[in-house]
């Protein structure tokens, strides 16, 4: 460990330097490195910049598009091989980066150089069996599962909502704790993990979609993988722009990328012609998905959502048209967008859960989902039976 008030005695490679990993980030191999060597992530830099003035600096992002000489560096630095650093750059994991959102917290800058890092979901049980790490797919809004473990991602720690709870000296076999207010980050103390094979269907094809593979026809219907990253990100936007992350709703707890992910999954799933008439027979009386959505939005949202549908596959756009012209019906000549910017957020989540049936945080169960994969394509994601639900299980809304 160096001296922190005076960079010249920065060494020029770092006496302790981990090996990265295959599944992690560039910015998830730096905290490691920097917990193995004594230091913070800020410090660390710095004393890149020391022997490196151009190579990565404290503001600029790590985790994506790191030039080439920047990853030379920095393996120098870290005598590791920058072949093997460009391999963790998010651009080099999916051919698609630009049609995938990031996870990102409005935080200040700190001594873990949070702003220029992609934010994380965790799986607890990947931590304790694998040591501290975050794999490239758990920075993306569209991924709220563990495609090992098959359990709900946690957002920030349960006790003290810290956005980058993980800490990074932990080895394997350790128990993680939150690097913050050191409470247990146990995947029981999830507040909202995944119960419903609706919500972990979406999250895995949206994982295998990132990587080029199609979703599965029988499912989603006949939509490309561009045009599933698209609708995922378009509505992920839209959810947010009506309902803040920030925002509280009922019962005190923050508005999840879970129950976003569920709406837009039944968007989708109502588009499939199976589904609509499944719908159909088991709730003739609730209200369309689609028309749903419409009466959750407002003028400005609504236009902003029809102009970025001209990019969605043929069957949503025709049911989004179809929920237009029943909206004006009812309303004509009003706008078919009834909700009010004044309208309080609460309200707008508890309308948003009792239309598309999302249970509450605290109703819902931790659960271990069992997807079937085709072992014959490894790049295909698990196929889902979403169709299959037993009588008992249908649901009394009326709305």
């Not at 800058?109 to 794999?135: I, K, M, N, W």
């Not at 810290?162 to 990074?168: G, I, T």
């Not at 920030?246 to 799933?269: D, K, N, Y």
């Amino acid at each position: 460990m160096w001296q922190v008030d005076s960079w010249t005695r920065a060494p020029e490679q770092l006496p302790v330097a981990p090996p990265p990993r295959s599944d992690e980030v560039i910015s998830s191999w730096l905290l490691r490195v920097a917990a193995a060597n004594g230091v913070t992530l800020a410090e660390l830099l710095e004393g890149l910049a020391v022997h490196h003035p151009k190579a990565i600096g404290l503001g600029q992002f790590v985790d994506e598009g790191v030039p080439a000489f920047a990853l030379r560096a920095l393996g120098h630095f870290c005598r590791v091989p920058s072949g093997e650093l460009k391999l963790l750059d998010l651009r080099r994991r999916a051919p698609y980066p630009d049609d995938g959102l990031l996870l990102f917290r409005g935080a200040a800058a700190d001594l873990r150089c949070l702003p220029q890092r992609a934010c994380y979901g965790f799986c607890t049980l990947c931590l304790e069996e694998h040591g501290s790490h975050v794999r490239w797919d758990w920075c993306y809004a569209g991924v709220i599962c563990c495609a090992t473990h098959h359990v709900g991602l946690q957002d920030g720690c349960p006790s003290c909502r810290h956005p980058d709870p993980v800490d990074f000296s932990l080895p394997a076999g350790a128990v993680p704790v939150c690097h913050s207010c050191r409470g247990l980050l146990d995947h029981r103390a999830s507040r909202v993990p995944i119960g419903q094979e609706v919500e972990a269907a979406i999250s895995d094809t949206y994982r295998a979609a990132l990587k080029g593979a199609a979703p599965d026809f029988r499912v989603w219907g006949r939509i490309t993988d561009a045009q599933f990253r698209r609708f995922v990100h378009d509505m992920l936007e839209l959810l947010e722009l009506c309902l803040p992350p920030s925002s509280m709703h009922g019962g005190g707890e923050p508005v999840r990328r879970e129950e976003f992910l569920t709406v837009v999954a039944r968007l989708i799933l109502d588009g499939v012609p199976a589904m609509r008439a499944r719908q159909r027979r088991y709730h003739p009386r609730r209200v369309l998905p689609w028309i749903g959505l419409l009466s959750f939005l407002d003028d400005v949202h609504g236009k902003w959502l029809l102009e970025m549908s001209v990019a969605w596959p043929a069957h949503l756009q025709a049911r989004l048209h179809s929920a237009l012209h029943r909206a004006k019906r009812r309303r004509w000549p009003y706008s078919p967008f009834s909700l009010k910017k004044t309208s309080n957020l609460r309200e707008r989540y508890a309308f948003l859960r009792r239309t598309y049936e999302i249970a509450s945080p605290t109703s819902r169960a931790a659960t271990a989902l069992r997807p079937v994969y085709d072992s014959s394509d490894k790049m295909a994601p698990p196929v889902y039976d979403l169709s299959d639900r037993k009588q008992g299980e249908r649901s009394q809304s009326t709305i």
